[in-house]
């Protein structure tokens, strides 16, 4: 029905808090690897069609 109670949206803000908290932590470890792993598949992946035009801004 698209109807949000106020219950349930401090339910979403403490669930998002606690998202937050747990993953700070774990991304300090180890997002730098992951996000450099990302950029290199998406060199590899996209090197090609974006330099014969498929892909454009």
Do not use: E, N, Q
């Amino acid at each position: 029905m698209g109807v949000h109670f106020p219950l349930d949206m401090m339910g979403a803000a403490v669930v998002a808090c606690l998202a937050y908290a747990l993953m700070t932590p774990l991304w300090r470890i180890g997002g730098t690897p992951i996000t450099s792993s990302a950029i290199a598949l998406y060199r590899k992946l996209l090197t090609t069609p974006i330099a014969l035009g498929w892909l454009r801004r």
